[in-house]
């Protein structure tokens, strides 16, 4: 079925890189995204890959594909505290329609 | 150009009653889905909307319905709540159906007393 993991919690110092990782289970072709929830808010989309890619970069993000593990990681460069937040990894379904099947979310602790 | 809105923001509603969502998407965009966020499921789809059609639902009782005008507004309706149906209700936005970049609205918090 389909399936999306994510590591809960992750803890860095200020000026640090973050790396949050996610597997997921689609072996067929997908976009998978990355969302920023912060608290009380809606989900902000972050950035998106193409499962024929294996590296996106947007100024700090770098997000990083192994197709053949399934597996993706969001790396934050010189994490600031306003980077603290939960981070959702999420892909298309195989329906081939709107459906995005999210993993349980990273929260992300940026300490000063 | 204006974000997802949706409407109301909080919500306080009694057992039993009935509850309309509404969502407007991103100008252009004709793709509407509706997810359920709660602390011990997580994120999960409830249903999508493409051209006022339902494309797509989720693993949810009959109690939960929706729609899409012909302006791609669309609206989502839970009858008979339940105090499990406190939640946060978030819209998201695409510009088509299927495999495409999704934006999500603030959502709308739910509670059910």
């Known amino acids: 079925g389909e399936d999306v993991e994510q590591s809960l919690f992750l803890s860095v110092r200020e000026g640090d890189s973050s790396v949050i990782n996610c597997t997921y289970t689609d072996s067929s072709s997908t976009y998978l995204y990355w969302y920023k929830q912060e608290p009380g808010a809606g989900l902000q989309l972050l950035t998106y890959i193409f499962s024929n890619m294996d590296m996106k970069q947007d100024q700090r993000l770098t997000v990083l594909l192994n197709k053949k593990d399934k597996h993706l990681s969001l790396r934050i460069a010189d994490t600031q505290t306003g980077d603290s937040a939960i981070y959702f990894c999420?892909?298309?379904?195989?329906?081939?329609?709107?459906?995005?099947?999210f993993g349980q979310g990273t929260t992300l602790q940026v300490k000063p | 150009k204006a974000g997802v809105t949706q409407t109301p923001r909080y919500l306080i509603k009694t057992r039993g009653q009935q509850v309309t969502l509404s969502c407007s998407p991103i100008?252009?965009?004709?793709?509407v889905s509706w997810y359920q966020q709660t602390p011990g499921q997580g994120l999960q789809f409830l249903f999508e909307?493409?051209?006022?059609?339902?494309?797509n639902k989720g693993n949810f009782p009959g109690r939960f319905s929706g729609r899409q005008f012909s302006n791609s507004r669309s609206e989502m309706n839970v009858s008979t709540l339940e105090l499990g149906d406190s939640a946060l209700y978030l819209c998201?936005?695409?510009?088509?159906?299927?495999?495409?970049?999704?934006?999500f609205g603030q959502g709308t918090r739910l509670t059910v007393v």
């Open positions: 998201a936005s695409s510009p088509r159906t299927g495999r495409t970049e999704a934006f």
């Open positions: 999420a892909e298309s379904s195989t329906s081939n329609t709107g459906k995005l099947i």
């Open positions: 909307y493409f051209s006022e059609t339902q494309r």
């Open positions: 100008s252009g965009h004709r793709s």
